[in-house]
């Protein structure tokens, strides 16, 4: 239901000229990627958030494998 409501809401936004972006994740529960960190779709999710935080900040964002390595790194995937 919320996932609708979103999809609903980000194309009235899109009607109306705002830069949108949308991910999902296709058979994926709510907040997958906090619940279970070792699916690969969690690794794409986390490759998206990036890259979502640099189009939200306006700035380019590495490529997904530099991204993947970092959150690698970093223990969140």
Do not use: C, F
């Not at 009607?15 to 058979?27: C, K, L, P, T, W």
Request: aromatic share 6%; charged share 20%.
């Amino acid at each position: 239901m919320i996932r609708d409501d979103g999809l609903i809401y980000g194309q009235l936004l899109e009607d109306a000229g705002v830069n949108i972006r949308v991910d999902s994740y296709s058979g994926q529960v709510h907040a997958h990627w906090a619940t279970y960190p070792t699916l690969a779709a969690t690794s794409k999710a986390n490759i998206d958030i990036m890259k979502s935080i640099g189009w939200l900040l306006g700035q380019k964002v590495d490529s997904d494998e530099t991204i993947a390595k970092a959150v690698e790194s970093a223990g969140a995937g």
